[in-house]
């Protein structure tokens, strides 16, 4: 009875493994944001962030964010852009220039929407 009680809870213990290894391992090559939002986001980009902002910046930030969840650069974007008043943008426009900048840095897209309130914080950026 007790061996067989430890491979049950080896194996529960292996599953939870492999389902938390699985969900960390998404990163914004997996498609996470549509195409809709990469246009939405380069006519936001165009009026708000483009005077001061070329995408080498991006490029460079992005390389600065390796690794960590893309909500976290969202909620920077958030807190200190634009610089003249930042937080004026709707939060989705903030989401669709993130789109935007990383279908610039070839990323590519897919069929999710990219959304903060829904799994943005499990995915990971890759330094392009």
Partial sequence: MMKNSRRVILMLGSLVLACTSTA????????????????????????????CHDMRFYRDTLKSYDKQPVLWLWETMLGTMPADNP????????????AYILSENGFPTGDTKLDPDNGMDEIHILSP
């Fill in 24 to 51: 960390q391992d998404k990163t914004i090559n997996d498609g996470v944001f549509t195409q809709a939002q990469v246009d939405a986001g380069q006519v936001v980009y165009d009026a708000s962030c483009k005077t």
């Fill in 87 to 98: 937080g004026s943008l709707m939060l989705e426009e903030y989401t669709d220039v993130i």
